[in-house]
């Protein structure tokens, strides 16, 4: 998935991030990603967002906590690649 940085709208989401996150893309796209409910209480939108840029910075996986559609917790690694390039 892809979220603008400035207002954490989701931009575009993958079959892969369908299935992970468990939001269809037709769905999530356009939506503020706390409107989606992925955020966790105990994980901000903030602190994700300095976590990635330090990913950015340095190359780094991070390790972060979502929130599946279903509500369960989802713990991923993601890491920071490059500037997006719309399909």
């Known amino acids: 998935g892809l979220l603008r940085a400035t207002d954490d709208v989701v931009l575009d989401l993958n079959p892969a991030a369908e299935r992970v996150f468990g939001h269809a893309r037709r769905q999530a796209v356009g ?27 340095d190359g780094r996986p991070v390790r972060l906590r979502f929130r599946h559609a279903s509500g369960a917790p989802l713990d991923v690694h993601l890491k920071q690649r490059g500037p997006y390039a719309p399909r």
């Not at 105990?42 to 910075?57: K, Q, V």
């Open 31 to 57: 939506r503020p990603a706390h409107e989606l409910a992925t955020w966790p209480v105990d994980d901000p939108a903030e602190r994700t967002r300095i976590a990635l840029a330090r990913a950015a910075a």
